[in-house]
């Protein structure tokens, strides 16, 4: 079947990219747990549009902000 070549190219591409994506992921982990989160943090929504707090410095997920922090981040976007 020709389809099969295309295919396969594509497949491929989308392998080494997720290889790729796995890679940096783990990266981007490492840096993260080097970093202690004591410093400024900022909201903003996730993929699931609830808010999560996150480490300005790392930009890791520290779970839900507070009510205030909730307000305040809502309150700048208007
Ligand atoms: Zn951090």
Redesign the pocket.
Known sequence: MEQTNGNDILRKQVDSIEKEVNQLEKEKEEI?ND???K?ETFVQFDKSNSMKKH??????E?GYPSQKEQEVFLGNKK
């Open positions: 993260q970093c202690k989160h410093g480490c300005s410095e790392c930009k890791r520290l």
